[in-house]
């Protein structure tokens, strides 16, 4: 079965633009999760849906970075008057259940000039 | 807070040498641990993982132990292979505050391996 996937692969922005990420779940993957990498670093908690509810943004650095999963499947990260300081790769992951193993996308790197 | 060090790289190696990652963590509450893996282009992998004290994880010839007491979760290999050439990612969760899911990671450790 597929894995879970993201798009774009690779976004570049001006600064000030909003971007937009999309993330496809495994099938049947009631959570999911957002995290970001910026470079030479771990991976950071974003943000966690439990079907379409957003359970936890803890981890979102500002209010311009929002998220959403409307119908409980895919979910979109988005990214209002984006910064230099947005750079980075930022990747989705899905488990079956809140404390299943998360699986993760390939990432979509993000890059503000 | 949650955090994870673990040795920096890049690490470069021999086919057939021996690995030793190391990953120390602290934690509130009462870990789980993991170690990721990311080949080149690809999406984070789950490598192996182990839940609570002395458990030990193992998959495709790696090794990791939970050792409470030295709060360690070191990852080794006997023999590695070309093809083990990635960036590896220690990491844990918690039972603490009711966001068990949330994955703490490390900075990541290049490994190289040369035929």
């Known amino acids: 079965g597929a894995g879970v996937s993201q798009s774009p692969r690779y976004k570049v922005a001006k600064r000030g633009q909003d971007v937009a990420l999309r993330c496809d779940p495994i099938?049947?993957?009631?959570?999911l999760f957002w995290y970001q990498q910026a470079l030479g670093q771990g991976p950071e908690f974003l943000t966690y849906?439990?079907?379409?509810?957003?359970?936890?943004k803890s981890g979102l650095p500002s209010d311009r970075f929002f998220a959403e999963r409307p119908e409980g499947s895919v979910s979109t990260l988005k990214i209002q008057r984006t910064q230099q300081e947005d750079s980075a790769v930022y990747l989705c992951?899905?488990?079956?259940?809140?404390?299943?193993?998360?699986?993760f996308g390939p990432g979509t790197r993000l890059t503000v000039l | 807070g949650n955090s994870v060090t673990q040795m920096e790289g890049p690490v470069t190696l021999s086919e057939e040498a021996f690995l030793t990652i190391n990953c120390t963590y602290t934690?509130?509450?009462?870990?789980?641990l993991f170690w990721y893996v990311q080949y080149p282009g690809e999406g984070l992998q789950l490598l192996l993982k182990?839940?609570?004290?002395?458990d030990k994880g193992s998959n495709k010839g790696f090794e990791a132990t939970y050792r409470k007491e030295t709060t360690s979760f070191h990852l080794e290999k006997g023999s590695v292979q070309v093809s083990d050439s990635a960036v590896y990612f220690c990491?844990?969760?918690?039972?603490?505050?009711?966001?068990?899911?949330?994955?703490?990671f490390g900075k990541g450790t290049l490994l190289t391996v040369n035929p």
């Open positions: 992951a899905s488990s079956a259940s809140e404390r299943g193993t998360q699986y």
């Open positions: 099938s049947g993957h009631v959570s």
């Open positions: 849906f439990q079907n379409e509810a957003q359970l936890d």
């Open positions: 934690a509130t509450g009462y870990p789980s």
């Open positions: 182990a839940t609570k004290a002395d």
């Open positions: 990491a844990l969760t918690t039972n603490s505050g009711g966001s068990n899911y949330k994955l703490t």
